[in-house]
């Protein structure tokens, strides 16, 4: 295991990106500060948003110092702002939460102590959905024990919002640079060197279904994730065909 002794042992260290969040950001900022693991920084960057969402934020950060706001010159998009807030950060554990999701309040204690009890370099957990409004939605915890690389090509189980890895043991891994899924390229990143991500199994975060989202709209997702087999991953066109087909069924037929 390669060590990495600039980064501040058992710190968990939050990246939030922000775009246009006034609406849910505090409720998000709330659910960090509720946590029964109190060992964290939550790095917030602002991504040129236009309304109130960088004046909450700035509220907290006066309160709590473990609060800290940068702010984007120009727009750079969900990839490049979650990469800043990677390079920001000082922790041993990097976690990630958007601005309109939510962590139960157990959800580091739980988790932290899952990796450092089994030695787990990667993990990730079960979580519900929930409205726009905020009113439940369906479970999401039927999920396998772990995943690995090609498992996790063929569907990917883990939500963004759950997922924690270890900078003592990979270093500093950063998401590729693409309109949408830059999250499942970081966590192929992650599977190439080891052999398994472990899931916690217990419901610990809610994930936000918004109105007309992307990642809500499951057929405008086959080509993001067709671009990611070919182009990211490099695999060929059959193989690729393969892993979609997959995906297809996965997502569109099973779910």
Same mark, same amino acid.
């Given at each position: 295991?390669?060590? /990495?002794?600039?980064?501040?042992?058992?710190?968990?260290?939050?990246?939030?990106?922000?775009?246009?969040?006034?609406?849910?950001?505090?409720?998000?900022?709330?659910? $960090?500060?509720?946590?029964?693991?109190?060992? #964290?920084?939550?790095?917030?960057?602002?991504?040129?948003?236009?309304? =109130?969402?960088?004046?909450?934020?700035?509220?907290?950060?006066?309160?709590?110092?473990?609060?800290?706001?940068?702010r984007?010159?120009?727009?750079?998009?969900?990839?490049?702002?979650?990469?800043?807030?990677?390079?920001?950060?000082?922790?041993?554990?990097?976690?990630?939460?958007?601005?309109?999701?939510? #962590?139960? @309040?157990?959800?580091?204690?739980?988790?932290?102590?899952?990796?450092?009890?089994?030695?787990?370099?990667?993990?990730?957990? /079960? /979580?519900?959905?929930?409205?726009?409004?905020?009113?439940?939605?369906?479970?999401?915890?039927?999920?396998?024990?772990?995943?690995?690389?090609?498992?996790?090509?063929?569907?990917?189980?883990?939500?963004?919002?759950?997922?924690?890895?270890?900078?003592?043991?990979?270093?500093?891994?950063?998401?590729? @640079?693409?309109?949408?899924?830059?999250? /499942?390229?970081? #966590?192929?990143?992650?599977?190439?060197?080891?052999?398994?991500?472990?899931?916690?199994?217990?419901?610990?975060?809610?994930?936000r279904? =918004?109105?007309?989202?992307?990642?809500? @709209?499951?057929f405008?997702? $086959?080509?993001?994730? #067709?671009?990611?087999?070919?182009?990211?991953?490099?695999?060929?066109?059959?193989?690729?065909?393969?892993?979609?087909?997959?995906?297809?069924?996965?997502?569109?037929?099973?779910?």
């Amino acid at each position: 295991m390669k060590q /990495y002794p600039s980064c501040q042992d058992g710190l968990v260290s939050i990246v939030t990106p922000l775009h246009n969040g006034e609406n849910f950001v505090a409720e998000t900022i709330e659910s $960090v500060l509720k946590q029964t693991y109190s060992y #964290w920084e939550m790095i917030i960057v602002d991504d040129c948003s236009t309304d =109130r969402g960088p004046e909450i934020v700035m509220e907290y950060v006066k309160n709590d110092s473990r609060v800290r706001f940068v702010r984007n010159e120009q727009n750079q998009g969900p990839a490049l702002t979650r990469n800043t807030a990677i390079r920001e950060a000082k922790g041993e554990y990097i976690a990630f939460l958007d601005s309109d999701d939510l #962590w139960t @309040n157990d959800k580091l204690e739980k988790q932290i102590s899952f990796m450092a009890k089994g030695n787990h370099p990667f993990t990730f957990t /079960y /979580y519900d959905q929930i409205s726009e409004e905020g009113n439940f939605l369906k479970n999401v915890d039927q999920l396998s024990d772990r995943v690995n690389y090609l498992s996790t090509m063929k569907s990917n189980k883990i939500g963004c919002l759950t997922a924690v890895y270890s900078v003592k043991y990979f270093g500093k891994v950063y998401m590729e @640079n693409i309109a949408k899924r830059q999250d /499942y390229t970081l #966590w192929l990143k992650l599977l190439k060197k080891i052999e398994y991500a472990y899931c916690v199994p217990h419901i610990l975060a809610h994930y936000r279904i =918004r109105e007309n989202s992307v990642s809500s @709209n499951k057929f405008k997702l $086959v080509k993001f994730h #067709w671009h990611i087999y070919r182009h990211i991953e490099g695999h060929s066109f059959f193989k690729s065909l393969y892993f979609i087909s997959n995906y297809i069924f996965v997502r569109i037929f099973k779910s």
